[in-house]
Each structure stands twice: as structure tokens, then as C-alpha cells.
């Protein structure tokens, strides 16, 4: 049994014997466990540290951590060795030997393991010297690599819990408010509304009790910044949570987690389990007259519970359709009482902000956008991974300083932002800076985060097609311009990637997706148009590809296409033939084999299993 | 499977104290323990919680979490994300269609396979990405998806 | 009392009124498919949109579900709102268009052509039949199944429900299966007879039958369809 914190003091005590009773400076090694990490082998990884250290009885002399997501996902799973600070990328079981034998005890560096920066070729063997991170400011990722998730006594160590303390000791629920005000903090879910005006408005509205959501519901495509920080760094936003119950006056806290993230879902509640144990939840925290508690609510599987209104029905137990936000949540929102939401960013910015200072906050990012913004970067990018940056940062810088460039010394053609509800951003405009107005103008938006590259072989038709085919699945479905001109929508896009429309019902498809956008609902509906919008305003030409010359210069569309064989590359290996699915192939061994065009289905199996490159795509 | 009403009945009990039910934590508990929702439980959290079938049934309908029917044995899930649409999941998709012999949110006739397809696991640096029984395989071309599917064929055999 | 100004007109109405009360209140109409007086709004079919806001910073909200506010900008009848609602109504041709109630709404707002690929459904999924079982009926034997475009109303596992009293109000209330249109072309899906002056239940009747609800003469199932 812990002994519970009664006092702000109680919590610096312990602090000081956690500390205590850690070795500074004992040598460790940390495994990134983060689900891209761990979904390559980290846990086989750091199991097989743990049983070598103590064969070789080096157990006592070392420590083992496993951590949170370390953000540099594409190199999966990372080893980090303190001290020096030795970074190995793609460690596998069989490594772990040698690591041992020949860093840990010898202090050599394995050369195979080391990063190699794609672009220039050069070795580097520190972590904090990769280009990834360099031009990062990590505050909210700060310490996921550092602190073992499920330990609240690892968070404590490096100062957790300090911030709620602070204001539990020298500050009113005002004076919080007006420094969050001050901070210029503004949501991090997507919309940028400024969240001390929501909490202003919370704690002004009458009505008991109060209510504070945290939405981890994490649904757009491409985005996990939300899973990793809760993955990896549960206490902080808890820690938020705390503290933002304090400032509106809510007892009562949810959290809206995404099904499809068992690890989040386990972390944040342990967190909340020891947050209990020792009285930072609960009744009289810290020895206050302030009682709060925290539910996990998992999430059904909807993307439109991500819409604040959508989620607080589901919490209800409601079907996840929007209501109509002519009330405010803060006003009317859960069980129609004063209600909170922000997002997982939104909370765990707030700790840092009550321990730095509003001010210092406030000196970051551009005028009207302030602080960091997490991003994920995906898709056709060389480092994929989290990329945490100040608010004003160029793509270009984002998406070649950081993400290493496009793979393959393909060409870039456009970045996608703003998940589903988002554009897409072509090359030339690549030195906009990221804010949330310059995004919105450019006919994108901030949204969650979500940052994916898109080289030559990407088609934007297809892409447009591709968010449409999400928005249809995931609307609610309730209000009519959002069903069924989705639905509509779809169907022309998908027209056009047959070679089957009009240049007319390009213009309807505009006016369609204009007015899809002014007449909605919720914000699903009203943004499911930005895919369509922006890829038509910055590759027109690309439509007008599939529409009157009936090609796709991507070579992605399936009808627009076709597979042959060069007959003197082939050399009549036999093995498209034999992985064709469809029997589409013929040919003599070690003849040239040919391809049946009424049979193919154009699924480009064989150009991927062909060794000569002897198939190809016109 | 047969529905044990007990079972389900401690299921609902667990979370009667709360003062508003939470009717979809029940269903997901449900649904966890038969990996779907059986109609005869459906009827009993109606009947226990006075609350009307139509309603439940909407719920079970609406979240992708629920199903109305048995799952496979093996539970398939595709991630069709952005990042790994770009990176070809499509055609992963195909492939696992045609060598389960399932499409998308349905059970093989085998009661082999189950297949979904999600909107993005969160592991974007592996994409395309499959989910097989919980454990995540990235970083898929058609070569290594056929050698998986492959594997699991074999086990079927054995 | 709340303040605002509705169409130019300062006007005046009591608290908790909708902007789609007070406009029919001052004489202004506005179309609506799944409103019904009896019932909670529900927003869902968009047509009774009204700008709301300061011109350049307006936007469109469902008036059925927008309560009045000190202050308000409300218009009606502008041209982002008539633009929007004759696309609405052009795709509500396009997917349903054999409701009477949907043709009427074509005429009055002069859609009389539909580009979209001609779809012939039921059902408009407004709710009204749902809502009805629900609030007026307290029945609930039917509800909404599944989501975005799969959304349809229906039953538990489609099956006779044990909650239906056959008391029929669902059927009663519908737009879209009580009063059958049955002019629409094949191919165009639109009718437009009763925009004609001379509709072809003149040559049955004496007067136009479309002011009466439903028309007599689509009751009858008189053939309407405009002679060549």
C-alpha cells in the first residue's frame, strides 16, 4: 500500500526519496515499446536483454526500461544505451548478444545498427544527433522516451505532478484560467478553439455538476500522436485533466479512447489506478478540498465520435450521431450539464504550461497559433514517425529536414493534411508555414495532426476517392447532405476513375461538394468536401487526365491502365504466371510469356513478383 | 455457443450502481466474452434494463465494435489507413480476400476467417499493415502476405 | 422576449423559440421534410436552412433546431441558402422521386431538371416515423440500423417486432410512401405536372387537385403523366 499524498509538501518528500533511492548515472538501456516498436519485435527485444544480463550476472549493473514511443517509428524497434546516448535502429532478438558483448561491455560501437541518414549516406551513432530530432522541440514528447509509462514514480522523477501542485497551492480556479488564457493555447483536436475561452465559459455557465472529457478517439487516418502520448506518457495528461477539473469546478472526468488501442487503453488505466493510490484522484486531493475522478470509456468504433457533440452522446450510451452545436458543450453537454472536451494534446500541453509559464508558452509558434503541434508523418516519407515541431515550421522543412524526403529519389507531389477533413497541399506551396490559418487558406487544415506524403505514383483522384470511401463508412448518416451527398459524390469520383464522366459533372461534383460542405450538420459533413476541393483547385489537370484523355498519369486507376510484357526483358521464368490470380498469363517456359487483356484485372501482381522488371504499366 | 443468461445477467450487474447505465460498456463486455453480441443476450439486457430492443439494436448496428454474428477463429484486420493506402494496402486487401475466401466484415464459410477492415491502427510506419489474431505483421508486399496466409493454411492442415 | 432581425425586420419572440416558430410565425415560409410540430426537431433534412450571422461572416444552420437569440441576424430567403436548397431538392428527386410531397417541393422551388443519376428508394431516412413510434406512440419498435450510406429504418434483426401495436402512425406521418407521386419520368425523375398551368387532372376534375393534401388525383391513381 502507497502511502497517500495528503499535502503539496508529501509530494516533494516523496519525490526526493524516489529519487534518492535511484542510482544516478547507472548505466541503462531503453526499449522503445511503442506499438510500431513493438509491433516489430521490441518486446522479444527487451525480454532477451533482460535474460542475457542476468546469465552473464550483469543484472545488478544495468538497468532495463521499457518506454514509451520515442517517435522515430520507421527505424522500429530503437534501442537507446545511456550514458552516450547510443541509438540502434531495427534491433532484432538475435542482436541483443552482441550489443551486450561488445557496447555494453566493451564500449564499441556495432556499426551495422547504427543510423545511416538516407539522404547523405553519413553514420550516426547518438541519438540526439539524428536529423529527426534535431529540428524538433519536444515538449509534450519530451519524455516518452525517458520514463517507463506504467511507473507514476518514473513520472515523479522527472518532475511529474509538480505543475498540479503549484496550482493546487498557489493559485484559484481564476487565476489557472487566465494563465491558459494568457498562454493562447488553442485545442489541439483539430477546430483551434481556444481552450481558455472554453473553460472560461464552462465555469461561468450555471448547472451541477460539471463535467471534463478528454477525447482520445484518435480516428483520422494516419494520425497516432494521441496513442503514442498515451501509450507512452499516461500521467501527463491525466495530470492535465487534474488540473483543468480544478479550474472549471468538475468532479467527474472521462476519458474516450479508441478501441483499436488496447495498449493506450491499459496504460492510462493503471495511471489512474496509481493517480488513486496515491490521492491525486479521489476525495481531498492532496490534502485539498477538491474531489475528482477519472472513467475510461472505450470508444464503439465510429470516426464521427470524434465530433465533440458525437462523443459526449456516446458516453451517454447514445448512438454517436452530432447534435447540433447551437448550444455549447460547455453550456449543455454531457447528461446536458456544463461539460469540457479537449483533446489528448489539448491536456497534456496543460501541465507544461502551469509549470513554464503562460509567457514562455505564448513565445513560441507564430502570432495567432502558439506552442508545438505533434505530427505524424506517414506515408511516402523516408522517417516515419512523430515529428514535434513549433507551430510556424515550414512542410518543406517538416517533410525533408525531418521526414528525410520522399524514398526511392521519387518526386514529391503533394502532402496531405488534416486527415479526412483535410487537403491536399501540392510541392509549390510547400514553404507555407503550418499554423491553422495559413493551413485553412491554403484549403486544408490543421486537424489532428496527420501529415502524409505523396510521391508521383500517387494518384489525387484516387486519393479523393479514397477519403470519400472513408467519410461514407464512418458518416452517421443522420442528416440527408452528408448521407447521400457523399454517396453521390463517391459515385461521380468514381466515374471518373473509370474514364466515365463529364467535364459537366466535374462542375456539379464542385457545386455538390460546395454545398455538401455549407449545409451539414457536424463537421464531418461540413469538411468531407476539402479532399475533393483542394485536390480539383491544385490538380485540375490531373482530372481532366481521367475525364477527357481517359488516362491516369499515375498509373494508379485500374481502368484507365494496362499490364503488358516487354518480351525481351522476360526470360520466361514462369513466376507471374504461376502467382497470376486470375489465369490471366500464358507462355512456354524460358519463351517470353504474354498477358490475356479481356482476363487481366490489372491487379499489378505480377509486375511486383517480376524480377527483370519485364512487366509493365501503361 | 449457448448464452448463459447468468453470465450475462453479472455482466449487467457489474454496472447497474452507475447511475446512468452505460448500455454500450455492457454490449462491448458482451461482445468481448462471445466475440459477438447473441441476440438472446440482446433480449435480456432489454428486458433487465427496460430499455427498448430497437434501441440496443441500433447501437449494435451503429459501432463497428459489435457484431451480429459469430466470429471466425481467426480474426483478420486490415489497416486501410491513408499511409498504407498509399503504400498498397488496397491490393494487400485483395489477397487476403481471395486466399481467405472472405470479403471485408464478413466470416469464411469455414468459420475460419474473419476479415475487417480498419481505418488505421496507429502503426503507420509499417504500412500496409494486417492484424492476425491481434499480432501486427507491416510492412507488407503481396510476396510476404501470401507466405502469412501461407502459414496459416498450413496450421488449418495440421 | 428575444430581439433579432428576421429578413430586415426587427422582431420579437419568446424565449426558446426555434428561427423555423418564428419565421412561420411572421408569415415567412420556410420548406421542411422531417419537421413535425408534434415532435422533437431533429435536423436532419436540411431544407430548412436560414443564414445566420453578419454578412460576411454568415453561415447556413437547420432553422427547426437553431433557438432564437438577442441579436441574431436571420435570413431566409438569400441566395446561398435558395442555391443550396434547390441542389438538396434536386438530390432528393434523384434518390425519391416518387413522394408527392418531394415533387410539390421540385415545383415550388423550380427544379426542373435533375443531373444526378436517377435512383428510386422509399425512404428519405428523415426519422419522422421513428420519432413518431417513439415520442407520440412510446412503442420504439423501430429504429434506426447501421450508419453513414448502409443507414435505413427498420426493425431488430428485421424481424416482426414484439413492441408494434399496428397502430400505423409510422405510415401516417411518412413523406415519402403516404402521398405517391405518380408522375416522374423514368428517366428524368421529375414530374413538375402541378408546376404546369394546365396539369392533367384538369381534364378529370374541374379544378387543380394539388391544393388539396393529399391530391385526389394522385390518390386515384390517375394517370398524370403530361400528354405528348
Not at chain 1, 88 to 109: A, F, P
Not at chain 3, 48 to 68: D, F
Amino acid at each position: 500500500m502507497k502511502k497517500k499524498i495528503t499535502s503539496p509538501w508529501d509530494l516533494e518528500i516523496l519525490r526526493e526519496s524516489i529519487k534518492e533511492n535511484r542510482v544516478s548515472g547507472k548505466p541503462c538501456v531503453s526499449v522503445c515499446c511503442g506499438t510500431g516498436c513493438m509491433a516489430s519485435g521490441a518486446l522479444e527485444v527487451l525480454s532477451s536483454f533482460k535474460s542475457l544480463l542476468k546469465q552473464k550476472g550483469l543484472d545488478f549493473q544495468l538497468d532495463t526500461k521499457l518506454t514509451g514511443c520515442h517517435g522515430f517509428c520507421e527505424q522500429g524497434p530503437l534501442v537507446v544505451i545511456t550514458p552516450g546516448d547510443i541509438l540502434y535502429c531495427r534491433v532484432q532478438e538475435e542482436d541483443v548478444e552482441e550489443i551486450i558483448e561488445k557496447t555494453i561491455i566493451k564500449d564499441e560501437i556495432i556499426e551495422r545498427l547504427s543510423y545511416v541518414e538516407p539522404v547523405s549516406g553519413k553514420q550516426i551513432i547518438k541519438e540526439h544527433d539524428v536529423p529527426f530530432y534535431k529540428k524538433q522541440y519536444r515538449l509534450l514528447m519530451a519524455n516518452n522516451g525517458k520514463l517507463v509509462p506504467t511507473e507514476i514514480e518514473d513520472y515523479m522523477a522527472l518532475g511529474g505532478y509538480s505543475a498540479l501542485k503549484k496550482v493546487l497551492e498557489n493559485m484559484t480556479p481564476k487565476q489557472v484560467i487566465s494563465e491558459i488564457k494568457t498562454s493562447n493555447l488553442r485545442g489541439r483536436g483539430g477546430g483551434g478553439f481556444p481552450t481558455g475561452v472554453k473553460w472560461q465559459s464552462c465555469f461561468n455557465a450555471p448547472g451541477d455538476p460539471k463535467y471534463l472529457i478528454c477525447n482520445a478517439d484518435e480516428g483520422d487516418p494516419g494520425c497516432f500522436q494521441d496513442r503514442s502520448i498515451l501509450e507512452g506518457n499516461p500521467h501527463s495528461v491525466l495530470e492535465g485533466m487534474i488540473i483543468g477539473a480544478y479550474a472549471v469546478g468538475a468532479n467527474q472526468g472521462y476519458i474516450y479512447v479508441r478501441r483499436e488501442y488496447p495498449l493506450a487503453i491499459e496504460n492510462f488505466g493503471q495511471a489512474i489506478e496509481q493517480a488513486k493510490e496515491y490521492g491525486l484522484l479521489g476525495e481531498g486531493i492532496m490534502g485539498m478540498d477538491f474531489n475528482f475522478n477519472v472513467k475510461i470509456n472505450r470508444g464503439g468504433g465510429a470516426f464521427v465520435c470524434g465530433e465533440s457533440s458525437a462523443s459526449i452522446a456516446s458516453i451517454e450510451g447514445k448512438v454517436g450521431e452530432p447534435r447540433d452545436k447551437h448550444t455549447h458543450a460547455t453550456e449543455k453537454g454531457l447528461w446536458d450539464k456544463p461539460t469540457v472536451l479537449n483533446n489528448v494534446k489539448t491536456w497534456a500541453t496543460v501541465p507544461i504550461i502551469m509549470e513554464k509559464g503562460a509567457e514562455w508558452f505564448a513565445s513560441i509558434g507564430t502570432e495567432k497559433s502558439k506552442g508545438t503541434m505533434i505530427f505524424s508523418l506517414t506515408g511516402k516519407v523516408n522517417n516515419t514517425g512523430l515529428a514535434e515541431v513549433p507551430m510556424g515550421m515550414s512542410l518543406r522543412e517538416l517533410v525533408f529536414d525531418i521526414g528525410g524526403g520522399v524514398p526511392n529519389g521519387k518526386k514529391l507531389k503533394a502532402v496531405q493534411t488534416g486527415g479526412p477533413s483535410g487537403g491536399c497541399i501540392p510541392e509549390n506551396l510547400l514553404d507555407l508555414p503550418v499554423d491553422y490559418e495559413k493551413l485553412s487558406e491554403a484549403g486544408s487544415m490543421m486537424g489532428s495532426g496527420g501529415l502524409i506524403v505523396m510521391d508521383e505514383d500517387t494518384c489525387m483522384v484516387d486519393v479523393a476517392k479514397y477519403f470519400l470511401s472513408f467519410t461514407k463508412d464512418e458518416s452517421c448518416g443522420s442528416c440527408f447532405s452528408c448521407r447521400e451527398g457523399i454517396t453521390r459524390m463517391q459515385e461521380m469520383i468514381d466515374d471518373i476513375t473509370r474514364g466515365k464522366s463529364s467535364l459537366e459533372q466535374l462542375e456539379l461534383l464542385k457545386e455538390l461538394a460546395q454545398v455538401v460542405k455549407d449545409t451539414s450538420m457536424c463537421g464531418l459533413g461540413q469538411t468531407c468536401g476539402n479532399p475533393i476541393l483542394s485536390t480539383i483547385r491544385y490538380f485540375e489537370e490531373e482530372y481532366l487526365a481521367h475525364i477527357v484523355e481517359k488516362k491516369c498519369p499515375a498509373g494508379v486507376c485500374r481502368d484507365l491502365i494496362s499490364f503488358s510484357i516487354d518480351s525481351e526483358l522476360c526470360t520466361g521464368c514462369g513466376r507471374c504466371l504461376k502467382n497470376c490470380p486470375v489465369e490471366a498469363i500464358q507462355g512456354e517456359k524460358k519463351e517470353p510469356h504474354v498477358i490475356l487483356e479481356d482476363q487481366c484485372t490489372k491487379c499489378g501482381i505480377c509486375r511486383e513478383v517480376c524480377k527483370f522488371d519485364a512487366v509493365i504499366k501503361i | 455457443m449457448k448464452v448463459d443468461l447468468t453470465k450475462i445477467d453479472q455482466m449487467i450487474d457489474k454496472y447497474s450502481s452507475e447511475e446512468d447505465v452505460p448500455y454500450i460498456s455492457i454490449l462491448q463486455d458482451i461482445n468481448d466474452e462471445y466475440r459477438y453480441l447473441p441476440e438472446e443476450a440482446l433480449h435480456r439486457v432489454s428486458k433487465k434494463l427496460a430499455v427498448s430492443m430497437s434501441q440496443l439494436y441500433s447501437l449494435a448496428t451503429f459501432y463497428k465494435c459489435f457484431s451480429l454474428v459469430p466470429k471466425g477463429k481467426h480474426e483478420v484486420q486490415v489497416c486501410m489507413g491513408t499511409a498504407c493506402h498509399v503504400r498498397g494496402a488496397p491490393r494487400i486487401l485483395e489477397k487476403v480476400c481471395q486466399g481467405f475466401k472472405v470479403s471485408p466484415g464478413k466470416t469464411s464459410e469455414d468459420g475460419e476467417f474473419s476479415l475487417e477492415t480498419v481505418n488505421c491502427v496507429g502503426a503507420c510506419a509499417l504500412g500496409p499493415l494486417v492484424v492476425m489474431d491481434g499480432k501486427y505483421h507491416g510492412k507488407l508486399t503481396l510476396n510476404k502476405i501470401g507466405k502469412l496466409m501461407g502459414g496459416y493454411h498450413e496450421k488449418e492442415d495440421n | 422576449m428575444i430581439n433579432m432581425s428576421l429578413n430586415g425586420i426587427d422582431v420579437s419572440v419568446e424565449k426558446g423559440t426555434t428561427l423555423l416558430e418564428a419565421a412561420r410565425f411572421y408569415g415567412i415560409e420556410i420548406p421542411t421534410l422531417c419537421y413535425n410540430e408534434g415532435l422533437s426537431p431533429y435536423g436532419a433534412c436540411r431544407l430548412c436552412l436560414v443564414e445566420i450571422g453578419p454578412p460576411e461572416r454568415s453561415r447556413l444552420v437547420s432553422s427547426c433546431t437553431y433557438r432564437a437569440r438577442e441579436g441574431l441576424i436571420v435570413r431566409t430567403g438569400t441566395k446561398r441558402v435558395l442555391k443550396s436548397i434547390r441542389l438538396l431538392i434536386e438530390l432528393y428527386l434523384a434518390t425519391c422521386p416518387s413522394s408527392k410531397v418531394i415533387q410539390d417541393l421540385a415545383s415550388k422551388y423550380h427544379v426542373t431538371s435533375v443531373r444526378f443519376h436517377q435512383k428510386h428508394e422509399d425512404c428519405i431516412l428523415c426519422g419522422l416515423c421513428v420519432r413518431m413510434c417513439d415520442e407520440q406512440m412510446q412503442a420504439n419498435a423501430i429504429g434506426f440500423v447501421h450508419r453513414g450510406g448502409n443507414r435505413l429504418v427498420g426493425t431488430p434483426y428485421n424481424k416482426k417486432s414484439d413492441d408494434c401495436r399496428y397502430c400505423g402512425a409510422c405510415m401516417y406521418i411518412c413523406p415519402a410512401c403516404q402521398a405517391r407521386c405518380q408522375g416522374p419520368q423514368e428517366e428524368s425523375g421529375v414530374c413538375n405536372a402541378c408546376l404546369n398551368l394546365s396539369p392533367p387532372c384538369l381534364d378529370n376534375f374541374d379544378a387543380m387537385m394539388c391544393y388539396m393534401d393529399p391530391c385526389v388525383a394522385c390518390e386515384q391513381g390517375i394517370d398524370r403523366k403530361p400528354k405528348k
